[in-house]
């Protein structure tokens, strides 16, 4: 019989059963890495049907992808990342977004990297309860944002949509986008571990 024999070993098992999951990014491509060759500007950057862009569509545009160092514009992780206003203009705002399995009643943690490119720029994020307007000025760093969202469907919608500018072809990058089921509180940790302590101690005196 399987005996727990320590408090510590009890709070040991439950981070080793939440924290992998907890911590694994629920999006695809969320870095924009996986994409065709970029082939605009000597390979700077390129422009996509959203078919061809691993985990990520759109709804009536292509999807822009950069290569870091272009324009001199380092991308916040990896070798590239997206502007969301897209080439060429189609007269609506412009989309970006992935749809994620997620459990109804959870909450998730959002986070991703943005940047401006010409400067008073502003663009939407939403996801099931969440539904924010970022305003992106900064043209020389990258900002992070933190959010959360509670699920209420089993397949949640992420989506980015081009505020400022809203229809014109230059504007609002994006790049290092996560999605994580949100991580337990160190005194729900504790619980669990107080609680599967108890239980191998009870079966301990049992026996």
Not at 22 to 40: I, M, R, V, Y
Request: aromatic share 10%.
């Amino acid at each position: 019989m399987f005996k727990i024999k320590s408090l510590g070993a009890a709070i040991g098992l439950a981070t080793l059963i939440l924290s992998p999951v907890a911590s694994a990014n629920l999006l695809t491509n969320g870095s924009f890495e996986d994409s065709p060759e970029l082939t605009q500007a000597g390979g700077g950057w390129g422009f996509f049907n959203p078919t061809l862009v691993s985990g990520w569509g759109s709804e009536d545009n292509n999807i822009e992808i950069w290569n870091s160092g272009f324009n001199g514009v380092d991308a916040a992780d990896g070798k590239q990342f997206a502007e969301l206003n897209a080439h060429p203009e189609t007269g609506i705002a412009f989309t970006l977004f992935q749809d994620i399995v997620t459990t109804i009643g959870e909450s998730y943690n959002l986070s991703f990297a943005y940047r401006a490119r010409n400067g008073q720029e502003s663009f939407n994020v939403s996801a099931a309860d969440l539904d924010s307007q970022i305003q992106n000025t900064s043209t020389s760093e990258w900002t992070i944002y933190s959010g959360m969202f509670t699920a209420q469907e089993e397949l949640t919608r992420l989506m980015f949509t081009s505020v400022d500018p809203e229809t014109e072809t230059l504007g609002n990058f994006i790049d290092n986008v996560s999605v994580v089921a949100k991580v337990p509180e160190p005194g729900t940790l504790a619980l669990l571990g107080l609680g599967l302590a108890g239980l191998g101690l009870s079966r301990r005196r049992r026996s």
